[in-house]
């Protein structure tokens, strides 16, 4: 993890939890990943993402193939969640090969941050910052300008 992202990260996240509870878990990273497959790295990695969700959890993948939001229509689009989803708003971000098909079996929805790849902590970055934004939206405040 390069510490610049991690500071960054860290300072959305704590500018976000004035707004809503907000909590980031990252899974660890599988070890001896050569000696896998693709399949067998992705049923892997799915396993340990299914572990961390909660019976009830409204799970939206970010995913390539999800849909793409302006930021305004992304604040939006929260604020009706956070309105009608019982428990909790999961977002899941994949691993290099996507995810499992356990896992896609398990979303409620498929979201896009972009056409392009990032990397993993350029995309917890870029999604926390737009977590931030939709809130400042969702309030009137100045930090989005159209």
Do not use: C
């Not at 993948?61 to 999800?66: C, I, S, T, Y």
């Amino acid at each position: 993890m390069n510490k610049n992202f991690v500071t960054l990260i860290d300072e959305y996240a704590g500018r976000l939890r004035h707004y809503v509870g907000f909590e980031m878990v990252v899974i660890p990273e599988l070890k001896n990943t050569k000696a896998l497959s693709v399949e067998q790295q992705k049923e892997a990695e799915g396993e340990l993402i299914l572990r961390q969700l909660q019976a009830g959890d409204h799970v939206v993948l970010l995913d390539e193939h999800g849909k793409e939001m302006r930021s305004v229509e992304f604040s939006a689009w929260m604020e009706k969640k956070m309105q009608t989803v019982g428990k909790r708003l999961a977002f899941v971000i994949g691993g290099p090969y996507g995810f499992s098909p356990q896992v896609y079996a398990a979303a409620n929805e498929k979201l896009s941050l972009s056409q392009m790849t990032f990397s993993h902590q350029m995309i917890r970055l870029i999604f926390v910052e737009q977590l931030y934004r939709a809130m400042t939206i969702m309030r009137g405040e100045p930090y989005h300008h159209e």
